[in-house]
């Protein structure tokens, strides 16, 4: 069965610091997904990335990084030059390819409070 | 663009009476439909998903059911609601031709007292 572990229940920085949330998954197929979503204290669930397991290429989006390891099956997110506005739950997600592989396995999500 | 909206966004409601969550999706056809629920402190948790009008999978057994009327509506439904029953509850979707990506409503707040 699939899992993914996100070992920090909460992380506190103050303002510009670089920040890692740490994501490791397990999965017994060789073709799956992961994913990064950001719930803001509003509630929604925002779709940051989606990663197959054959791409490890690292990928930048402005402020936003992320680091996807198979070899230690982490995927890991960093949020450089953090700011209040990225202060949220961020939660990491793993797809199996595959017939009925509709859902999504999450994290428990790691909650990120920025401060000024 | 493709939206998605669900309504209520916050309930308050006894132990016993019945519960309708309504969602919509807008601009895409013959979606995945999924409700998810986050209760106090925990993760996401698959309820329902639908490929189709008619069409409910359930994965953890509960006393809530959905319903799929129309092509892009999906209802949460509970005939007697239970404490347990508290926590916000998602409305997703997916394309059939990327069923991996998921893209989430704006939530219900749900507390039964």
């Known amino acids: 069965a699939q899992k993914v572990t996100q070992a920090q229940t909460e992380i506190s920085v103050v303002e510009k610091e670089d920040v890692t949330l740490d994501c490791v998954y397990e999965t017994r197929d060789t073709t799956y997904y992961l994913f990064w979503y950001k719930q803001p204290p509003s509630g929604e669930l925002v779709f940051l990335i989606r990663r197959n397991s054959f791409d490890e290429q690292n990928e930048i989006s402005g402020r936003y990084s992320w680091n996807f390891q198979k070899s230690t099956s982490s995927f890991n997110f960093t949020i450089t030059a953090s700011q209040v506005v990225d202060s949220a739950v961020y939660f990491c997600?793993?797809?199996?390819?595959?017939?009925?592989?509709?859902?999504?396995?999450f994290g428990k999500g790691t909650k990120l409070s920025v401060i000024p | 663009s493709q939206t998605i909206h669900q309504w209520p966004a916050t309930l308050v409601q006894p132990v016993g009476s019945p519960l309708s969550l309504e969602c919509t999706v807008e601009?895409?056809?013959?979606?995945?439909l999924y409700w998810y629920r986050q209760a106090a402190g925990r993760g996401l948790q698959l309820l329902f998903y639908?490929?189709?009008?008619?069409?409910i999978s359930s994965e953890v057994p509960q006393n809530l059911s959905a319903s799929r009327p129309q092509d892009r509506q999906f209802i949460l439904s509970s005939k007697k609601l239970l404490l347990s029953d508290s926590g916000f509850y998602l409305c997703?979707?997916?394309?059939?031709?990327?069923?991996?990506?998921?893209?989430f409503g704006e939530g219900s707040w749900l507390t039964v007292v």
């Open positions: 997703a979707w997916s394309s059939k031709s990327r069923v991996d990506t998921i893209y």
């Open positions: 639908s490929v189709g009008i008619g069409q």
């Open positions: 601009g895409t056809s013959n979606p995945n």
């Open positions: 997600a793993l797809s199996e390819a595959g017939a009925g592989s509709y859902q999504l396995t």
